[in-house]
């Protein structure tokens, strides 16, 4: 797993005269569990928004797959097979679990705008194909029964699952999950440890803000570990945890 799938150089971010990430160096393996771990307000949720064009980058490259990523619309970049999920969950919450996932598979889908408009015979068979592929996602969650609920009235842990699902369904090549154990009870913490192992072993690179840190241990293949905006560690999460200047900064002496 040494292919390199993203590699970010010199990304820098700054809000009037706050520097969110300060010229900040990684990359992640194909293929691969990579947390990226600091304190709150280190700039984590920053990068992710950086990566999938939320926000574009003061200075710096992003490369994924080989492509720059920087100056380009969110749309294409999640054309570019990259899904994400977010720190606050975000879902349509008076749609149907199985039409929030819908919405991600409607990403692959070819009818465009004017066949939702003519319902042409196509159209219909590739709704339908959309439907059962969602139905298949919310299943690979667990969350198949829960399908023609509103996502609203589904608990937190579901919704967080739902939101992956949906996230899974645009076919990604790599899905930058942010904080997806937040809230959630241990028995829900250790599915969403399973769900991601799953993931990975699907072909899918998995990059992981948490701060859940024994679920980051006991599932990431790097530590990146990163404070004030600026990389201080990238390791295992064994050289991680032995690391005094995480320990320092972070882990708490």
């Known amino acids: 797993m040494n292919e390199r799938i993203l590699e970010i150089r010199s990304l820098r971010k700054e809000f009037g005269g706050v520097v969110a990430v300060k010229d900040l160096d990684l990359s992640v393996d194909r293929g691969s569990i990579t947390a990226l771990i600091g304190p709150n307000g280190a700039g984590k949720t920053t990068v992710f928004h950086m990566i999938t064009g939320f926000l574009r980058p003061t200075r710096g490259d992003i490369t994924f797959d080989g492509v720059a990523l920087q100056g380009r619309p969110v749309y294409t970049i999640a054309e570019m097979a990259i899904a994400r999920t977010f720190q606050n969950v975000q879902i349509f919450s008076n749609m149907s679990a199985l039409e929030n996932v819908m919405v991600g598979r409607h990403l692959r889908s070819r009818s465009g705008f004017l066949g939702s408009l003519l319902v042409p015979p196509f159209f219909r068979r590739e709704e339908k194909e959309i439907r059962k592929a969602a139905a298949r996602w919310l299943e690979f969650v667990g969350l198949g029964d829960l399908a023609r609920l509103p996502a609203g009235s589904l608990p937190l842990g579901s919704q967080r699952m739902l939101e992956i699902a949906r996230a899974l369904a645009m076919e990604p090549k790599m899905i930058l999950l942010d904080e997806p154990a937040s809230g959630l009870n241990a028995r829900e913490t ?29 599932i990431s293949d790097q530590v990146n570990v990163i404070n004030f905006g600026s ?3 990238r390791g295992t999460p064994r050289e991680i945890q032995a690391n005094p200047e995480v320990i320092a900064a972070y882990l708490g002496e």
């Open 231 to 233: 990389l201080i560690a």
């Open 190 to 218: 250790v599915a969403m440890g399973e769900l991601v192992r799953e993931i990975r072993e699907m072909g899918i690179t998995v990059v992981l803000v948490e701060h859940d840190m024994e679920l980051v241990m006991d």
